[in-house]
């Protein structure tokens, strides 16, 4: 041990100096080039002793960096994100400033201008050859933030002692669906996973098999001595789970957390009794959604007791707060929502590590970019503008972020902790699920996992890590890429609405105009039906046409009520034909006042939603699929027509409403079907044979397994304290906490 600890010492010592001589040499050759910048006397100085300058001027400038910056950061937490990068350039001059001034004989001197220029040269380099030296070295990493978690634990007096219960960290892998982690697991991308599952670098197990729980294809599996060798025992089990219709996050993580995801059809839809647009990522929709999940359940969330929510977009009824979408909006200092930013960001050598990170990874999707053109690849969306810091900001900032939060959680010692990892998702819409781009993030994610798995040894309890994703991602070329228009026009063509020309040439939009036209003219000799009316439509009625991936929402705003088909066929005749006929569309689902409701397929397919089933419009779709499409049709804020994509089994692919070529947010492939891993020690999320479906059963599964490691919970005295029936983790949900999590939210 001894002998480690000076091994540490030296390297850390090593590493100091290395930075110090390099800043040096920038100082130098900066006074070298700059003409207001100077380190000599006006007499000028040997070269040892303009050498010796530049040390001691390179050495105070860092050390104020180091002492000073991590109080700005605190001083400034209020600062707008925007006004605080453009301090940074103002405060790294001025410590530039001070820094020459403690240079004896008065020998450094810049005009503020430059010293600006050369306070931000010399951070750069700093950091970037800090962050060279310490390339992989996770280990100094947990021991930094070992010491961090001594310190606050004596700061709150909290020992971090749980009478020997096991906490539980929920990792969400966003996007990643079974199939690709089980391929990713197969073929040696996911080494930490693969361990867990038993699996060998060749994708066996113990037992000979792979994940899927059967042989490799076209392997013996004899003792020859070329034969792979059998992974360790697994400790942890692989199983799938089927998403509701609506296959994202903002209803998967609602019902995962919250334990409802009641009416939450799409990832956007158009609600007509308040005229708002509802989107699942904007603070204030995130916010509206988790309220309504409490005053449904009566339950405070999964996290209630004594949790944390990392970068999610709901609370789950947690204490412990950052990066979380629903408290957005809020203002306060603790808990306004880059306040988990700026709490990682106070650490210098976080931000090194992240920064030198962020610009390697622009530049990588550059490079992934220009490659996959210059090859052809198809299906192709644009990756330019903004999107590769967009992407950089997901695969590197939030990762770290939320990483190192759910680190502080464990050697905090909190109960559970739940945490989001966007980044596979995020590169999958743009390159496509299978990718080897999204293949690298994958892992990367794997490395983030190890690390978590590795912080857990300082942490002051044991700590059982579950993996999970809301979702999975299904490939296939866009709507628009592959019939020339998008839906919304589409719909405006069908509907007789005037649509750009490039809409006008494509086929499907002459198609649905002349349809449109003929429907009209048809309608003029045509007695109406005895007790209907002539329904032209009125002006500012243009449909609201929202994509959610794969699955498409269209509302006609001036009607206060869900448009009937026979409404909807009186005002547009064209319109469900033209749609329902598309080679582009699997079905539709309206509301028929003659059945209730109505899916509506290729061929003039209609089948009442009463006896639905898995074959006839929905074939393909998955099983469960009529079950989830009956469960939508019930949501009060159901849109007048539902529109789900085409989907091939023979190819998995579908087709995106919106610019995705991996798209998840209706039925149909792998968007449906995301993952469950469990440790072994914890119960099987179902039994042998059954299947686990919806977010809510999700929720039920995972209080069950904090219910087993929490022990028993002492309830309050008195009649407000009684159980709330069905709280997701267990006794200690009542409805006190649930008040409590309402008023939380009143802010939003």
């Not at 044979?689 to 919806?694: Q, R, S, Y």
């Amino acid at each position: 041990m001894l002998k480690g600890r000076w091994r540490t010492t030296g390297s850390a010592l090593l590493r100091i100096i290395t930075v110090w001589a390099v800043s040096t040499l920038t100082m130098l050759l900066l006074a070298a080039v700059l003409p207001d910048f100077h380190l000599q006397s006006e007499d000028g100085d040997s070269v040892t002793r303009t050498a010796l300058t530049a040390a001691w001027g390179a050495g105070a400038f860092g050390l104020l960096s180091a002492l000073v910056w991590p109080v700005l950061v605190r001083a400034l937490l209020l600062v707008p994100a925007l006004v605080l990068g453009l301090l940074v350039f103002f405060l790294n001059g001025s410590l530039l400033l001070i820094a020459l001034r403690l240079i004896p004989d008065g020998r450094g001197a810049a005009d503020p201008q430059t010293a600006v220029v050369v306070a931000a040269v010399m951070s750069a380099v700093a950091s970037a050859t800090s962050t060279a030296l310490a390339v992989g070295d996770d280990g100094a990493y947990r021991r930094r933030l070992s010491r961090l978690a001594v310190r606050r634990r004596r700061r709150t007096g909290e020992d971090g002692r749980h009478g020997g219960l096991p906490g539980t960290v929920f990792l969400q892998l966003d996007g990643v669906g079974h199939r690709v982690l089980q391929d990713a697991v197969a073929d040696g991308l996911m080494p930490r996973l693969a361990s867990w599952l038993g699996e060998s670098p060749t994708g066996t197990n113990a037992t000979g098999k792979n994940s899927t729980g059967k042989s490799p294809a076209g392997k013996s599996r004899g003792t020859c001595a070329g034969d792979p060798e059998p992974g360790p025992p697994p400790t942890h089990r692989l199983v799938p789970w089927r998403t509701d219709w609506s296959s994202q996050t903002g209803a998967s993580q609602l019902g995962i957390l919250h334990g409802s995801n009641h009416d939450v059809p799409a990832f956007r839809w158009y609600e007509k009794d308040t005229g708002r647009i509802m989107v699942s990522n904007r603070p204030a929709s995130a916010a509206r959604l988790q309220r309504r999940a409490i005053e449904r359940t009566g339950d405070g969330g999964l996290l209630t007791f004594d949790g944390a929510s990392r970068g999610n977009l709901f609370t789950g009824g947690a204490d412990q707060l950052a990066l979380v979408l629903s408290i957005a909006a809020r203002r306060g200092r603790a808990n306004r929502s880059r306040a988990g930013y700026f709490a990682y960001f106070s650490d210098p050598a976080n931000a090194v590590r992240t920064v030198v990170s962020f610009v390697a990874d622009v530049g990588r999707e550059i490079g992934q970019s220009v490659r996959a053109r210059l090859r052809g690849d198809r299906p192709r969306v644009g990756r330019g503008g903004l999107y590769p810091f967009i992407r950089a900001f997901a695969t590197v900032v939030e990762r770290d972020v939320v990483v190192t939060a759910v680190i502080g959680d464990m050697l905090a010692g909190r109960t559970a902790v739940y945490a989001d990892l966007v980044a596979y998702d995020e590169v999958a819409h743009h390159s496509g699920p299978h990718s080897r781009d999204a293949a690298q993030v994958l892992a990367r994610l794997d490395r983030s996992v190890g690390l978590i798995a590795k912080a857990a040894e300082h942490a002051p309890r044991g700590y059982r890590i579950v993996l999970l994703s809301d979702h999975g991602q299904s490939p296939g070329e866009t709507f628009e890429a592959a019939y020339g228009l998008t839906l919304k026009d589409l719909v405006r063509a069908g509907c007789g609405l005037p649509v750009p020309r490039r809409a006008q040439r494509t086929r499907s939009g002459a198609e649905a105009r002349d349809a449109a036209r003929h429907a009209v003219l048809s309608a003029l000799h045509r007695p109406e039906p005895e007790g209907a009316e002539e329904e032209p439509a009125p002006s500012g009625s243009d449909p609201v046409v929202l994509a959610s991936g794969n699955l498409a929402l269209i509302s006609f705003p001036d009607v206060p009520e869900r448009m009937s088909r026979e409404h909807i066929d009186r005002r547009h005749p064209a319109l469900l034909r033209t749609l329902a006929s598309h080679p582009g569309i699997g079905f539709l689902l309206v509301r028929s006042e003659e059945h209730g409701s109505v899916v509506l397929g290729p061929g003039g397919a209609e089948v009442p939603v009463s006896e639905l089933t898995d074959d006839g419009p929905l074939a393909g779709m998955g099983p469960g699929a009529a079950d989830a499409v009956r469960r939508t049709d019930g949501f009060p804020h159901v849109a007048d027509i539902m529109v789900n994509s085409m989907y091939d089994p023979q190819t998995g692919r579908v087709h995106a409403f919106e610019e995705q070529i991996g798209s998840h947010g209706g039925l149909g492939g792998e968007q449906a079907l995301p993952f469950l891993m469990s440790p072994l020690t914890l119960s099987a999320p179902v039994p042998d044979g059954a299947e686990l479906v919806g977010a809510e059963q999700v929720h039920q599964v995972l209080g069950r397994w904090l219910r087993e490691a929490g022990g028993p919970q002492v309830p309050l005295d008195g009649p407000e304290a009684r159980s709330v029936p069905g709280a997701g983790c267990g006794s200690h949900m009542r409805t006190t906490v649930a008040r409590t999590a309402e008023d939380e939210l009143d802010t939003a």
